[in-house]
Nanobody, 124 residues
Framework: QVQLVESGGGLAQAGGSLALSCAAS????????MGWFRQAPGKEREFVAA????????YYADSVKGRFTASRDNAKNTLYLQMNSLKPEDTAVYYC?????????????????WGQGTQVTVAS
């Protein structure tokens, strides 16, 4: 089992940047492919980004491609999400999640461990 704790959320202006972190503890972090998801009020939780176990491959939702960057430091047991050129529609609670699948995946049902989420609010 792995425990995940997100941090770094807050309030940003449109066009600004925020950096999220997800600290992992428990089982070996490098065993898991990792993902970022977000959920806005009244909406389904949606995929944002995923990264494979050693950080060589990433995949992004079209809505964030070119603006967000996922990375990880296995030595520090930490996952990151750098968010640039933020838009008001990026406002949501952001979650990190861990998957045991062989390849990186975008379906939230394939992720077995979740953090508690961190709020990101982008003002126009």
């Amino acid at each position: 089992q792995v425990q995940l704790v997100e941090s770094g959320g807050g309030l940003a202006q449109a066009g600004g940047s925020l950096a999220l972190s997800c600290a992992a503890s428990g089982q070996t972090f490098s065993r898991y492919n990792m993902g970022w998801f977000r959920q806005a009020p009244g909406k389904e939780r949606e995929f944002v980004a995923a990264i494979n176990r050693i950080g060589e491959y990433t995949y992004y939702a079209d809505s964030v491609k070119g603006r967000f960057t996922a990375s990880r430091d296995n030595a520090k047991n930490t996952l990151y999400l750098q968010m640039n050129s933020l838009k008001p529609e990026d406002t949501a609670v952001y979650y990190c999640a861990a998957s045991t699948t062989i390849v990186i995946v975008t379906n939230k049902r394939d992720y077995v461990y979740w953090g508690q989420g961190t709020q990101v609010t982008v003002a126009s």
